[in-house]
């Protein structure tokens, strides 16, 4: 939340996008906005692959009778178990329907498979340890192929048919975005509260099956055990970033459309509430149906319930399955999934697509540009998934969904509250706030800033990389165990959003003229400081105090209270004592010869005089 709460107050006060924010705030941390967006844009790769997955599945339900149900399709194995049959009893006789398919089967059997009498039925019995449930096989052969592609060295062909519904999400997304959040707010109404119906109508015919009070208690009963593992703690942060939105550059994207006076705190405590409730209510409508499917297949909950895709994708379509009318519910479920996916995929496409706007302000003049750029973006994310979609495709997919946004999401958002917390200075960061909500953020998010989230987020990145274990990928016919190039692959995929962050600060520094010092100072420091560094050496991040100096006409002789630099550069004369009350500089005017010129330092409570910083009979103000 602390990290919600910060972006949304940087896209809104600077009114820019992920990446120009940082040329305004401390122009040496532009890199991590260039990460931010380039880690977005390769998770749009995989990503929207889900989606078409779900239009696979949802094409694919309606029909008389879902396919993921019966094992006497073309692509279903001699090992092929459906889910309503007894595992203590052999496998009944081919129906009459399906008996056309008897020799496609055998086809693709082996010479001791083909010896079995179709015409008889398929006479197998259920082995724990070969049989594979129809849904695994409509996942893994009818779909993604698997079975055709022997690891990362055959990924076969394009799966033509997930093609063409990845270019459908993509196709999607682009009308969606091409007009930018105008578009996009439209859209969003029906993909934000569509899900919450079609959940609503799931948990009310979930808790009404069998079982299903055994999995909402096992869903909500803690395991305290699970929190020694540090690979909870790393796949909690990742998930919670990812639904929040957090580190994307998403919310500093969207609040720079904010007007300046939004109270982005209250929207951001409101969102935080949604999400969490949200969680908790899709919480209680997955586990009633796995708790169900536990009690159907004599099965512990906690080997029903799978990781990755393997949830949505193969334990809910077959606890579906089992339903009365469950081609209806089918078509409710990932119509629901649609909503659920397009509506994260616009802001994960959001945030390079303003990016790359604010850097490329100077061809806002031509018409179409918005409408080119967005088709540039969405056409080039496809064109990158493509080896995701091939017949091994899944294993491509794996490292993605592995290297993408783990380590390197953590680490971009530690950069970020660092940069902003220590760098841009926490004092100037809490005045921004309070010029927008008229109330500047009280000590616990101060503290939460500056100390604890750097530290948690500091143990969560060495955590990953210390706990990292080499990548494998589980399926129906065993482990695959991916060679060790690939574990290299897809370190550097991760650094190569997370080196742009080192990677523009040493450029940053290289190609900023002046002194290392100047250098540095410019570089931590706002834009509007840049032309009063260069003239009187004066760096606020290096003393703790004076950011503008201004040459006064004359100097004055009554004391005043001034609250904007116009006012100081009106009515302030040379001082000798200033300090900050109620967000403004009181200024106490004092008989000061006008021989020199005098500005006041703030450091640590004390006043410092200098007499060197302007010229000779040039009365000047400083403040910070």
């Not at 194995?77 to 055998?106: G, K, L, R, Y």
């Not at 909870?232 to 990742?238: F, H, K, L, N, T």
């Not at 680490?411 to 902003?420: D, M, R, T």
């Amino acid at each position: 939340m602390p990290v919600f709460f910060m972006e949304m107050c940087l896209g809104q006060f600077h009114r820019s996008g992920p990446v120009a924010v940082w040329e305004k705030m401390a122009p040496m941390f532009k890199g991590i906005g260039m990460a931010s967006c380039f880690m977005s844009y390769i998770v749009a790769f995989y990503y929207n692959i889900i989606i078409g997955w779900s239009f696979f599945y949802l094409f694919s339900s309606f029909t008389s009778k879902l396919p993921w149900t019966s094992c006497f399709n073309s692509f279903n194995s001699a090992d092929c178990w459906q889910i309503d049959w007894d595992t203590n009893s052999s496998a009944p006789p081919i129906p009459s329907d399906h008996a056309s398919v008897s020799e496609t089967v055998t086809s693709g059997l082996s010479s001791q498979e083909t010896s079995t009498s179709f015409s008889a039925g398929l006479n197998r019995t259920y082995n724990a340890n070969t049989s594979t449930s129809s849904t695994i096989e409509f996942f893994e052969r009818a779909m993604l192929e698997v079975h055709k592609s022997s690891g990362l060295e055959d990924l076969g062909g394009v799966r033509w048919q997930l093609a063409l519904c990845t270019m459908l999400t993509f196709t999607t997304l682009y009308f969606c975005l091409w007009k930018g959040v105008k578009s996009t707010g439209k859209v969003v109404y029906i993909t934000a509260t569509l899900p919450y119906l079609i959940m609503t109508i799931l948990l009310i015919r979930g808790v009404l099956l069998p079982g299903a009070g055994d999995g909402i208690r096992y869903f909500i009963t803690p395991k305290i055990e699970s929190l020694r593992d540090p690979k909870v703690w790393i796949d909690a942060a990742v998930q919670i970033f990812f639904s929040v939105g957090s580190g994307f550059g998403t919310h500093i994207a969207y609040a720079s459309y904010n007007k300046f006076h939004n109270d982005c705190k209250r929207d951001c405590m409101i969102t935080v509430v949604v999400n969490s409730f949200t969680s908790l209510f899709s919480g209680f409508v997955i586990f009633s149906y796995l708790g169900y499917m536990s009690l159907k297949t004599h099965k512990d909950i906690d080997k029903v319930a799978t990781e990755g895709p393997g949830l949505v994708f193969i334990v809910y379509p077959e606890a579906i399955a089992t339903l009365p009318g469950s081609v209806g519910w089918s078509i409710i479920f990932f119509f629901m999934l649609l909503a659920l996916g397009l509506d994260s995929a616009f802001g994960g496409l959001e945030s390079p697509l303003t990016g790359l706007r604010d850097e490329l302000s100077s061809l806002l003049k031509y018409r179409y540009f918005r409408e080119v750029l967005t088709l540039c973006v969405i056409v080039s994310a496809f064109l990158f998934s493509l080896p995701c979609l091939t017949q091994g495709g899944i294993y491509v997919f794996t490292i993605l969904d592995t290297f993408a946004a783990g380590t390197s999401i953590v680490f971009i958002v530690l950069c970020e509250v660092v940069a902003v917390s220590w760098f841009y200075g926490m004092p100037q960061f809490c005045k921004d706030v309070g010029k927008m909500t008229g109330q500047e953020p009280s000590i616990f998010w101060r503290i939460c800033w500056k100390f604890i989230c750097p530290t948690l987020l500091t143990v969560i990145v060495a955590s990953s990389i210390i706990s990292y274990q080499p990548l494998t990928y589980s399926g129906s016919k065993g482990v695959y165990t991916y060679p060790y190039y690939a574990n290299i692959v897809g370190w550097c995929i991760a650094c190569a959003s997370m080196i742009m962050v080192p990677g523009y600060l040493v450029y940053k520094l290289i190609r900023t003229p002046g002194t290392c010092r100047q250098r540095l100072a410019v570089g931590i420091s706002p834009r509007w400081e840049h032309e009063n560094i260069q003239r009187t050496g004066v760096v606020s991040r290096f003393t703790g105090g004076v950011a503008l100096c201004f040459e006064l006409p004359k100097p004055l002789r009554t004391i005043s209270e001034v609250s904007t630099f116009s006012e100081c550069y009106s009515q302030c004369w040379p001082v000798t004592f200033a300090f900050l009350r109620s967000s403004k500089m009181r200024l106490y005017s004092s008989m000061v010869g006008e021989q020199k010129g005098t500005c006041v330092l703030l450091l640590l409570g004390q006043v410092y005089l200098r007499d060197d910083l302007v010229e000779s009979r040039t009365p000047t103000c400083c403040i910070r």
